[in-house]
């Protein structure tokens, strides 16, 4: 009974996890198409001339989409991809911001809790 409780803990936590980086992306993503649109005149042609400066995003919504379906290999995806945008926001350029910072090891933890609690699931399934 109590393995069963476990399994149905570590299936609360990746749910909850995938639920949170689902809606911090979105988030993120509606803000990078919009905060820049206005410096390119506003209206819908300012957001499509800005719409570059939110692929990041889009493809990170992207991500977690193809972890809902298979949590292994998404959990891997985004994990990746967090490290991706915490060199590139972080130490690629001259620009270094405390808050950008954590935002992107942010998504690399919850892309860790999502792979390491399908590990987890995976080999109790097995045993």
């Known amino acids: 009974m109590e393995q069963s409780q476990q399994i149905r803990k570590v299936r609360i936590v990746q749910k909850t996890a995938l639920i949170v980086l689902f809606v911090f992306s979105l988030l993120i993503f509606v803000f990078a198409l919009l905060s820049g649109s206005e410096s390119f005149g506003g209206g819908v042609s300012g957001i499509i001339k800005n719409s570059p400066n939110s692929l990041p995003w889009l ?52 892309g860790l809790v999502i792979w390491m609690s399908e590990s987890y699931l995976r080999a109790t399934r097995k045993s």
Request: with cysteine; aromatic share 24%; net charge neutral.
């Open 59 to 110: 493809v990170l919504v992207a991500l977690v989409i193809i972890a809902w379906r298979n949590p292994f290999f998404g959990g891997i995806l985004i994990t990746i991809a967090g490290a991706i945008l915490t060199y590139y926001f972080n130490f690629s350029g001259e620009n270094f911001f405390l808050l950008t910072f954590i935002i992107c090891l942010f998504i690399v933890f919850l």
